[in-house]
T-cell receptor, first 117, second 118 residues
């Protein structure tokens, strides 16, 4: 079974600084997708960034980038120039790229990010 | 609709009562998922609907939990004889499906229903 582990329950960063959130996963698959979702107090899960396992290049989306280490099964999220609006729960998630029952997302337990002035 | 709509937003119920949670997915999305988020936990998969296929119920924690999806659109999650451990946020998501997804994000989540069993 696939598992996703986030070992940092809480992190704190000062505004304008950079923070890295950790995620490791366990799978026997070679082709899969990895995601970081943000959950603000509104509770709605918002997709931040995604990475296809077959791509060696790390994904980037504006201030958000990932460090994807396939051999180590590591998928960390770096937030640069942190803003107050980045404060939220961040979840790492995994999925195999198939339809049907295998398409469900498996989530980590989340990291609560605080952004301070 | 423009997004996934869930109702009610919050629900407080007495232990032993039945509750119904509703999810209205994005129009045209054939796949619909229910997840449960307990305090301090990640999202736990409950059930998955895909078009007219039999749902994947493998995540339902007990036979007190059931869900249906009428007409391939609105879904209702029912919890019978609620227990305090059922207290959680119940999230619904929908996505396009039917073929290998070219957009691996694809999910749109609702804002969830916070269920409190007292």
């Amino acid at each position: 079974a696939q598992t996703v582990t986030q070992s940092q329950p809480e992190m704190s960063v000062q505004e304008a600084e950079t923070v890295t959130l950790s995620c490791t996963y366990d799978t026997s698959e070679s082709d899969y997708y990895l995601f970081w979702y943000k959950q603000p107090p509104s509770r709605q899960m918002i997709l931040v960034i995604r990475q296809e396992a077959y791509k060696q290049q790390n994904a980037t989306e504006n201030r958000f980038s990932v460090n994807f280490q396939k051999a180590a099964k590591s998928f960390s999220l770096k937030i640069s120039d942190s803003q107050l609006g980045d404060a939220a729960m961040y979840f790492c998630a995994y999925r195999i790229p198939l339809t049907g029952t295998a398409s469900k997302l498996t989530f980590g337990t989340g990291t609560r990010l605080q952004v301070t002035l | 609709g423009a997004g996934v709509s869930q109702s009610p937003s919050n629900k407080v119920t007495e232990k032993g009562k039945d509750v119904e949670l509703r999810c209205d997915p994005i129009s045209g999305h054939t796949a619909l998922y229910w997840y449960r988020q307990s305090l301090g936990q990640g999202l736990e998969f409950l059930i998955y609907f895909q078009g007219n296929s039999a749902p994947d119920k493998s995540g339902l924690p007990s036979d007190r939990f059931s869900a249906e999806r009428t007409g391939g659109s609105v879904s209702t999650l029912t919890i019978q004889r609620t227990q305090q451990e059922d207290s959680a946020v119940y999230l619904c998501a929908s996505s396009l499906s039917g073929q290998r997804l070219l957009l691996p994000g694809g999910y749109t989540f609702g804002s969830g229903t916070r269920l409190t069993v007292v």
